[in-house]
């Protein structure tokens, strides 16, 4: 049940849009609206406008480019990404994470963007994009700016699409949660080339409710050094993550098994 009062648009072009933003930017923009939904019934936002991107149709588009890459729009579903069988061909980690969230209901309100923006149920995704050196392409009146650290996001701007590059190895995905609230506290998203005896990690991501989306060079090398799983190193994971998680409400150490198991695991798999 929602108590507060807040006026509503719903403009039918992006022009119509950023026209909104601008005279409004504090408003909140519900792109598909389940979390955004969650977050008002909480009383966790209370904006006095929600502007809609509903009616936005050149938003709600999957586009395969020559390059091998997709373009995602920023009000696709997240059930429209699960169904669709160039994301699923191409970017498996990213329906993996989608489809572990579990509530096919939640997917078919809930957009990309909307997921992107407000941090909704699966914060593997946006470790999952960034591995995948995701472009996200924002408008901002008549300028496109593009950037790859959602963290540049320019003020009172829009994301309208995120293009998703493949990669030549594979990509993993985990999200870690509280083994008492199951409440999710950190997704890692990890890309792997070559074989045993050459493995070249390309990304490796982790990104929190209270962390900033970081790339985890040190321990990419570590995995270069390491070549097998019997040769990681727990004790130089654990130092290599304290400063990535010091924010999350996790222990520590419960975070560092965690990534210490996956990566194992992850090697493990490299033929």
Known sequence: MLTSQFAF????????LLSEIDANPDAAILSGGHTLIGLLKSEAIDPDIIISTEKIQGLKEIKQESDGSVVIGSSV??????????????????????????????CNQTSIGDEFSYKGNSIGVLAVLLAHAAEF?????KDIV???????????????SIKLNP????????????????LPLCGIAIQIEGNKKAIQPTNFIVYGQNIAPTRLITIENLIKEADTPENIQKEKIGKAISEAVQNSPANPDYVTNLVYTFIKRVISSVG
């Open 167 to 182: 990669s030549k190895g594979s990509t993993h995905v985990r999200e870690i949660k509280d083994p008492i609230s199951r």
């Open 9 to 16: 648009k719903a403009p039918e072009t992006i022009e119509e």
């Open 77 to 106: 579903t997240l059930s429209a990404l699960l169904d669709n069988s160039s994301v699923g061909a191409k970017f498996p980690s990213l329906k993996e994470v989608i489809r572990n969230i579990g509530d096919r209901q939640y």
């Open 137 to 141: 392409c924002f408008c901002k009146g």
């Open 146 to 160: 593009k950037v790859v650290d959602p963290t540049d996001k320019p003020n009172q701007s829009i994301l309208t």
